[in-house]
């Protein structure tokens, strides 16, 4: 193999190895074997499999990908790529709230973003720095459209990046995280956070003494944070937070 081949390679992987955790050593393993593809595949999935079955040992457990329950990942992606790791107190904890946004509103599904990947804390899941301890989850926004809730969507594919509107109190500034995508806005659907949702989902995860705190854009928390003690502002260092609600132990 070449300098160069070898190079990208290593860059693929490392790639792999920021998006997913464990694609990149995949990655590497399969280039020892004449049918790359194939190895690569079979190979991502025993260490998938391998980290449902693992991780829970050193204290991270997947959040449901499918299913029927309350709470679900918003979008295959996330298990796909191993981005639905959580500490088991943060999975009752979302479990919890889920079942109470149920049963006060039938039907209500609970939808969760990234969490964490399966191993190595202080491996964060970029770009959430945060994200690197087990103890942090995003929830996906309740979303209506024209008033009528919608269960189990977001206006965006994958419940990131589709910012709601509302005054900023940060001041540009470049490089940031705090991205606005505005290319983007336009390409999503028109729907609104549901504010009986927003509002109950607050005040429950606020009263949970497992929750230590909940990062929402100050505008957003305005609105349907009324008696959400643990609402936070996250900073004008970090990502913005209203098209998803972060919470943490
Ligand atoms: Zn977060």
Same mark, same amino acid.
């Given at each position: 193999m070449s300098l160069g081949r070898a190079a990208l390679h290593l860059v693929l992987a490392a790639v792999l190895t920021v998006l997913t955790q =464990?694609?990149? @050593?995949?990655?590497?393993l399969s280039r020892l074997f004449r049918r790359k593809a194939l190895a690569f595949a079979v190979l991502y999935a025993g260490l998938w499999l391998a980290a449902l079955m693992i991780a829970p040992i050193f204290g991270r457990v997947p959040i449901a990908c499918h299913g029927e329950g309350p709470l679900g990942m918003r979008s295959?992606?996330?298990?796909?790529?191993?981005?639905? /790791?959580? $500490?088991?107190? @943060?999975? *009752? *904890?979302?479990?919890? !709230?889920? *079942?109470? !946004?149920?049963?006060?509103y039938p039907g209500t599904v609970t939808l969760a973003l990234d969490?964490?990947? #399966?191993?190595?804390?202080?491996?964060? @899941? =970029?770009?959430? @720095? +945060?994200?690197?301890?087990?103890?942090? =989850?995003?929830?996906?926004? /309740?979303?209506a459209d024209q008033g009528r809730y919608l269960p189990g969507r977001t206006r965006s594919l994958l419940g990131y990046f589709a910012f709601e509107p509302g005054p900023s109190v940060c001041p540009p500034r470049f490089p940031t995280l705090r991205w606005d995508l505005d290319w983007l806005q336009p390409?999503?659907?028109?729907? $609104?956070?549901? #504010? *009986?949702?927003?509002? =109950?989902?607050?005040?429950?995860? +606020?009263r949970d003494p497992r929750i230590g705190k909940i990062f929402l854009e100050p505008h957003l928390a305005a609105k349907f944070g009324s008696g959400a003690s643990k609402i936070r502002f996250q900073g004008c260092a970090a990502a913005r937070h209203d098209d998803h609600i972060h919470i943490q132990l």
């Amino acid at each position: 193999m070449s300098l160069g081949r070898a190079a990208l390679h290593l860059v693929l992987a490392a790639v792999l190895t920021v998006l997913t955790q =464990l694609g990149g @050593l995949a990655w590497l393993l399969s280039r020892l074997f004449r049918r790359k593809a194939l190895a690569f595949a079979v190979l991502y999935a025993g260490l998938w499999l391998a980290a449902l079955m693992i991780a829970p040992i050193f204290g991270r457990v997947p959040i449901a990908c499918h299913g029927e329950g309350p709470l679900g990942m918003r979008s295959w992606v996330f298990c796909l790529a191993n981005r639905n /790791y959580v $500490a088991p107190g @943060l999975k *009752a *904890a979302a479990e919890d !709230m889920a *079942a109470a !946004m149920a049963q006060t509103y039938p039907g209500t599904v609970t939808l969760a973003l990234d969490g964490n990947f #399966p191993f190595l804390n202080g491996f964060p @899941l =970029l770009p959430h @720095l +945060s994200h690197k301890d087990g103890r942090k =989850l995003d929830l996906a926004l /309740y979303y209506a459209d024209q008033g009528r809730y919608l269960p189990g969507r977001t206006r965006s594919l994958l419940g990131y990046f589709a910012f709601e509107p509302g005054p900023s109190v940060c001041p540009p500034r470049f490089p940031t995280l705090r991205w606005d995508l505005d290319w983007l806005q336009p390409l999503w659907p028109d729907y $609104a956070p549901e #504010p *009986a949702r927003m509002r =109950l989902a607050l005040r429950l995860l +606020s009263r949970d003494p497992r929750i230590g705190k909940i990062f929402l854009e100050p505008h957003l928390a305005a609105k349907f944070g009324s008696g959400a003690s643990k609402i936070r502002f996250q900073g004008c260092a970090a990502a913005r937070h209203d098209d998803h609600i972060h919470i943490q132990l």
